[in-house]
């Protein structure tokens, strides 16, 4: 690994986790990943999944990441295991909640109270981590539109979109600067509460769209 490059560090090595260390890789950003299984079990997953990127135990997941910059680590988790993710061990970082909430997913009970009182999720997941500062963003694209929508070479016009939504502007610019590397047009749309247009049911999911598209959904 290039010691130049910057490192991100990701929470979950599934699907998604995975996905999102190959655009980053491709981008020329280093990629730290931990899970429920110890580093060892993980390299071979990792090598063929996400070649490149650096097996770590979860307790080591902020460290290169907030010496090499930019102190970003993304939660990749299924939400129904958020209480197997130690809110400190990503102390200090801007945390990308990439997370979604599904019908059939039993949920921790401080995720499900915030569900039942029609919050949105990462507001929850904003207090649960509360060392950290939370940026939702990322969740509105499978992990196959992901890499299908990453153009790091492509002018930022020609880019799909991706939204960003925080109560914390230098998170926001942290995060939006991330987007750019990894080859995504990035979008503001506002405050956590926006977060709601981008979970499941909701106007952004599941959609490859242009800044425009999402811009209109913004009040």
Request: charged share 20%; proline share 7%; net charge negative.
């Amino acid at each position: 690994m290039d010691n130049d490059r910057p490192v991100v560090g990701i929470v979950g090595a599934g699907r998604a986790g995975t996905a999102f260390a190959r655009v980053l890789q491709a981008a020329g950003v280093d990629t730290d990943l931990c899970s429920t299984r110890p580093p060892k079990a993980l390299r071979h997953h990792v090598k063929i999944y996400a070649p490149g990127a650096q097996a770590v135990w979860p307790e080591q997941i902020a460290e290169r990441t907030l010496r090499h910059g930019p102190g970003v680590v993304i939660l990749a988790v299924p939400q129904e295991e958020l209480d197997e993710v130690d809110p400190e061990t990503v102390n200090g970082t801007v945390l990308i909640d990439a997370t979604n909430t599904w019908q059939s997913e039993p949920l921790p009970g401080w995720l499900q109270a915030a569900v039942d009182e029609q919050l949105p999720t990462s507001r929850a997941i904003a207090g649960r981590f509360g060392g950290a500062r939370t940026v939702k963003a990322l969740n509105h694209l499978s992990h196959q539109q992901i890499e299908e929508a990453a153009a790091y070479q492509a002018p930022l016009a020609q880019r799909y979109a991706a939204a960003v939504a925080t109560d914390d502007d230098e998170a926001r610019a942290r995060v939006m600067g991330l987007l750019v590397r990894a080859g995504f047009d990035p979008v503001s749309i506002g405050s956590l509460d926006a977060g709601r247009l981008m979970e499941p049911g909701g106007p952004l999911f599941g959609r490859l769209l242009r800044r425009a598209d999402i811009l209109q959904h913004v009040r």
